[in-house]
């Protein structure tokens, strides 16, 4: 039997055991088996260890979270070592299936990914002279406002600016033909011409990244021009930053060319810059990124594509069990290559990117591995798309009286296209997964929101898991053995399979 002794609304002080006389409840580090109390010379084997009430460290009740550093080195060092073994049993089954030659890539294929390469940008300095052209335009007019303003206050100068505004459409539609021009050009071509997946990927990406950039230049210059004739000369609804460089004069061949490199998608006069480079740290993500790339290449020609090429007569017989089978198995390997390639781009290549162009704003991405919510997903982890998407599409329509919720599904529906252009035509096969999948992440989206102010920690890891299962574990994979069996059924040499029949179905 034991008492608790305690003050009038404090906690307990002491504690009685079987009648016995009052011990203190909260030891001193003597009295916990301290140095004294270990170094007793009498009593060696008496001192308390059970002295205080504790909780396990895992349970919910305790003081402080334990940090998880151990777990998650152990899940990383399974997670290679289950890849390494499956690897071995594929090196012992096919034998080695990488190859240096490059042969497979058609010397038509090189000739057209270097030349879309070189012209892809003079649609950008195509941009260029159309607001060279705008400028001079608006500069004429700025002129004739601040000659006259003495005279006639603003009286000659509203209808100039009304006919120099009347002329702002047409300029858009030369922006939009002009970029149009070149993407869609370059889609004709990867689809048509360029027979290689890998070349046709890097080659359609380097078209939509420089047709996105062509885009938001013309629209911040749009921006720009507008403030500068506007009654406001002081620019002060524009930032701060950019009245070191106020247009016109960051019409330049020189502001175009940083643009082009630099690590961004958004278009501003100015960027926080660094003063100094540091040619460690580019020589470091440099040796990172081309290591993390032969990772990837080493990873899917030896493990994946062996592992896909199997799994072509189970989709044409629809075997689901073994189709759940290889999606699962193919989960891993392609985590194991999402996660380099998200390195190796976003950590590496950008990093170094931006040391060589002095670009100091280096936020590529947030912590999207804690995700609660799909929507905390999408929004951290690709954050020069991310801020794209929210300057150029979404809050313009915000801006104009469009509900939230029906911009948030025009943005992801003008993704989802961005997304099909870079994985089903280089593929050849316009099969709108890519498409869908985008779609689809917007009731992942609303589902998951429910536990991002939800208490406790169970919420937000029952919102994390439906993440990892939906992106890494189902979707990824899925859509791999999707584009690769559309693939094989129309270009397959060794084996060409069957699409599905109804038959097949039933």
């Known amino acids: 039997m034991s ?13 009685s055991i079987n009648g016995g006389p009052p011990q203190p409840l909260h030891q001193t580090s003597n009295e916990r088996g ?3 109390a270990r170094s007793s010379k009498k009593y060696k084997h008496t001192f308390a260890i059970h002295a205080e009430a504790k909780t396990s460290c895992l349970s919910h009740d305790a003081e402080a979270t334990p940090s998880f550093l151990g777990f998650r080195n152990l899940m990383g060092l399974v997670l290679v070592v289950s890849n390494l073994r499956l690897m071995i049993e594929n090196l012992k089954k096919y034998g080695i299936l990488i190859t240096l030659s490059g042969s497979s890539i058609s010397s038509n294929d090189w000739r057209w990914g270097v030349f879309l390469y070189f012209l892809t940008p003079c649609h950008l300095f195509g941009a260029y ?15 004739k406002e601040k000659k006259n303003a003495d005279a006639i206050d603003h009286i000659i100068t509203e209808q100039d600016k009304k006919n120099l505004f009347s002329t702002w ?15 869609v050009f370059a889609t004709w071509v990867v689809y048509y011409e360029i027979h290689n997946p890998g070349i046709g990927v890097l080659t359609q990406l380097h078209s939509v990244v420089v047709w996105l950039k062509v885009c938001s230049y013309a629209l911040t210059n749009r921006d720009l021009r507008h403030a500068m004739l506007s009654n406001d000369p002081s620019g002060a609804d524009l930032p701060a930053l950019y009245k070191t460089c106020p247009y016109p004069s960051n019409i330049t061949v020189g502001n175009l060319s940083y643009f082009w490199w630099a690590p961004t998608l958004v278009y501003q006069p100015v960027y926080p810059m660094n003063k100094t480079r540091r040619w460690d740290f580019i020589l470091k993500r440099t040796a990172e990124f081309f290591l993390l790339s032969a990772l990837i290449w080493i990873t899917s020609a030896q493990y994946a594509v ?5 799994s072509l007569t189970d989709i044409s017989s629809l075997n689901f069990v073994n189709i759940l089978e290889r999606v699962l198995k193919l989960s891993t390997i392609s985590l194991v290559c999402w996660l380099a390639g998200f390195f190796a781009l976003f950590q590496s290549f950008m990093n170094g990117l931006a040391e060589i162009m002095c670009f100091a704003d280096r936020e590529f991405y947030g912590d999207w591995w804690n995700s609660s919510t799909v929507r905390s997903y999408w929004t951290s982890w690709n954050k020069p798309v991310t801020h794209f998407m929210k300057r150029h599409i979404y809050a313009p329509m915000i801006g104009r009286g469009v509900p939230p919720i029906v911009a948030q599904i025009l943005t992801f529906l003008f993704s989802g296209i961005l997304h099909e252009l870079l994985i089903g035509v280089p593929t050849h096969n316009i099969l709108g997964f890519a498409f869908f999948g985008m779609v689809g992440q917007l009731p992942l989206i609303f589902l998951t929101d429910v536990f991002k102010d939800a208490k406790g920690h169970n919420a937000k890891l029952v919102g994390n898991l439906i993440f990892w299962l939906s992106f890494c574990v189902f ?4 859509a791999a053995i999707a584009y690769f069996f559309a693939w094989h059924a129309k270009y397959g040499t060794e084996t060409r399979p069957a699409w599905p029949t109804a038959k097949a179905i039933m």
Not at 129 to 143: Q, T
């Open 475 to 478: 979707g990824q994979p899925i």
């Open 34 to 36: 301290g140095t004294k």
């Open 129 to 143: 002279v159309i607001e060279l052209l705008a400028a001079k335009a608006a500069n004429d007019v700025r002129g």
């Open 169 to 183: 459409k047409p300029i858009a539609i030369i922006h939009a033909i002009n970029a149009t021009t070149m993407l």
């Open 306 to 310: 062996p592992l896909l090429r199997n």
């Open 3 to 15: 008492t608790l002794n305690q003050s009038h609304g404090s906690a307990p002080e002491s504690i």
